[in-house]
């Protein structure tokens, strides 16, 4: 199976997830779900796959989110899922999939546990903080 990236490029950390990937040799699938949409039971089986719900995978900030009245606690799922069909952007990023799970890659060296391979060093994380150091060794 192939490492598969549902990815947005205006993120950082689904740019950083991305790189990681590439960086330990795989060469992922790459879904720009922005582009793509969601269909109902693809977000149903990544959602269970990586032990989400729907509230747990909001994107809460730059996103209709609040205008839409999401964030409100007594919103049920399925008001959260219609809502994410009609504007992907509500999901959260990166999600990858890979032979070894799936997840939701935030922080993005969530995804250095869904790779067979660490990349070489020295890596770090969108916000300067050390991901693999010099050796290839994970840091933190």
């Given at each position: 199976m192939t490492v598969v990236v549902h990815h947005n490029p205006d993120c950082g950390t689904s740019r950083n997830v991305l790189a990681i990937i590439e960086a330990s040799g795989d060469v992922p699938v790459v879904?720009?779900?922005?582009?793509?949409?969601?269909?109902?039971?693809?977000?149903?089986?990544?959602?269970?796959?990586?032990?989400?719900?729907?509230?747990?995978?909001?994107?809460?900030?730059?996103?209709?989110?609040?205008?839409?009245?999401?964030?409100?606690?007594?919103?049920?799922?399925?008001?959260?899922?219609?809502?994410?069909?009609?504007?992907?952007?509500?999901?959260?990023?990166p999600i990858v999939c890979s032979p070894k799970g799936v997840r939701l890659c935030r922080p993005s060296e969530t995804v250095l546990d869904l790779l067979d391979r660490l990349p070489s060093g020295p890596m770090v994380k969108e916000d300067g903080t050390p991901l693999i150091d010099t050796e290839g060794n994970r840091v933190g």
């Open positions: 879904i720009d779900y922005l582009k793509t949409g969601w269909t109902r039971p693809q977000l149903l089986a990544l959602f269970a796959a990586a032990n989400l719900t729907p509230r747990t995978a909001l994107r809460t900030t730059k996103s209709p989110a609040e205008e839409l009245g999401l964030l409100d606690p007594s919103v049920d799922d399925e008001t959260m899922l219609t809502a994410m069909l009609e504007h992907p952007v509500l999901v959260n990023r």
